[in-house]
């Protein structure tokens, strides 16, 4: 079955670091294009930034752009997101999804359980 199992997150000052994993398996990892996802408080979700199936295509939402890098090593099936220069306003449920093709379509058909980012200080 395709699983997506996140890790990292956590509480963080402002202007601190937060690194996200993704674990993919039950999949061809590397012919599909991968996104994160978040959810503020009160907020509906909101698409933070993907990145096509070889990693050559990628792309973010502009309240993160300079900040987040978002990255894939298709040999060890790992999807991350590098958060730098944290602002309260990012604060929220980050989830890993999975593309429905190898391009960005933002057609999902699998979600990672999320992991809380709390940024406050």
């Known amino acids: 079955e395709v699983q997506l199992v996140q890790s990292g997150g956590g509480l963080v000052q402002p202007g601190g670091s937060l690194r996200l994993s993704c674990a993919a398996s039950?999949?061809?990892?590397?012919?599909?294009?991968m996104h994160w996802v978040r959810r503020a408080p009160g907020k509906g979700l909101e698409w933070v930034s993907e990145i096509n199936s070889d990693g050559k295509s990628i792309s973010y939402v502009d309240s993160v752009q300079g900040r987040f890098t978002i990255s894939r090593d298709n040999a060890k099936n790992t999807l991350s997101l590098q958060m730098n220069s944290l602002k309260p306003e990012d604060t929220g449920m980050y989830f890993c999804?999975?593309?429905?093709?190898?391009?960005?379509?933002?057609?999902?058909?699998?979600w990672g359980q999320g992991t809380q980012v709390t940024v406050s200080s």
């Open positions: 039950g999949f061809t990892f590397s012919s599909y294009a």
């Open positions: 999804a999975k593309d429905k093709e190898n391009w960005n379509t933002r057609d999902i058909d699998a």
